[in-house]
C-alpha cells in the first residue's frame, strides 16, 4: 500500500473488538476493528476479515461467528490479539470465555458486550472477504466506552501494516 493510502486509512476511525470462532473444540480470537452495522431491518452488520486468517476459513466453513466489544477498561485484550503470542491457533487459552448459548462461538468474558453472529452472505473485496451477518444473541457485560482506533498507539490498515500513531499526525 503506496504510504499516503496507508495514511489515509489510518484516519478513518473505526471500534475495537475481537471476533471470535471454534471449530473441533479449537476456539480462537482475533482483533478486528473493520466491523459496521448496514441494516436496521433485518438487524444486519459486516465485519472484514482478512482472506489469509485462521479466523477467516473457520467462517467460511461454519458460517458462525462471535463478535466481542472491547472496551476501554480491556484495552490489554487488544494488545494480547496485536502480539506475537495470539499468533497460533488455540490462542484463547489464556482469556476467559464460554460458548455463546445457541451457535457456541466463544464469548470473551470481560467485555462490554459479545455477539453470535450468523454468517448471510460474503463477499470477496481484495485480500478481505466481507461477511454480512445477522445477530442470534446477544450478552450485555461491562457498562464502559467502547475502544476506538483513536485509544491505540498505533492502527490496522491492512495485511500485515500497523502504523503507530505519531505516523497519522
Request: glycine share 6%.
Amino acid at each position: 500500500m503506496e504510504p499516503y493510502i496507508a495514511r489515509a486509512f489510518a484516519s478513518l476511525t473505526t471500534g475495537i473488538y475481537v471476533l471470535t470462532v471454534t471449530e473441533g473444540g479449537h476456539p480462537h480470537g482475533m482483533s478486528s476493528s473493520w466491523v459496521i452495522p448496514v441494516s436496521a431491518q433485518p438487524p444486519l452488520f459486516a465485519v472484514a476479515v482478512d482472506c489469509h486468517h485462521l479466523s477467516h476459513a473457520v467462517i467460511e466453513r461454519t458460517g458462525v461467528f462471535g463478535l466481542n466489544v472491547i472496551s476501554s477498561r480491556c484495552r490489554t485484550l487488544e494488545d494480547y490479539f496485536n502480539s506475537p503470542r495470539a499468533r497460533r491457533a488455540d490462542n484463547l487459552d489464556e482469556i476467559p470465555h464460554e460458548p455463546s448459548p445457541e451457535l457456541h462461538v466463544p464469548w470473551l468474558k470481560d467485555v462490554m458486550v459479545s455477539i453470535e453472529a450468523k454468517v448471510e452472505n460474503s463477499y470477496l473485496a481484495g485480500d478481505h472477504t466481507i461477511f454480512i451477518a445477522s445477530p442470534v444473541g446477544a450478552k450485555i457485560g461491562q457498562n464502559d466506552q467502547p475502544l476506538t482506533s483513536l485509544d491505540l498507539d498505533y492502527i490496522y490498515v491492512g495485511g500485515d501494516q500497523v502504523i503507530p500513531r505519531t505516523h497519522r499526525e
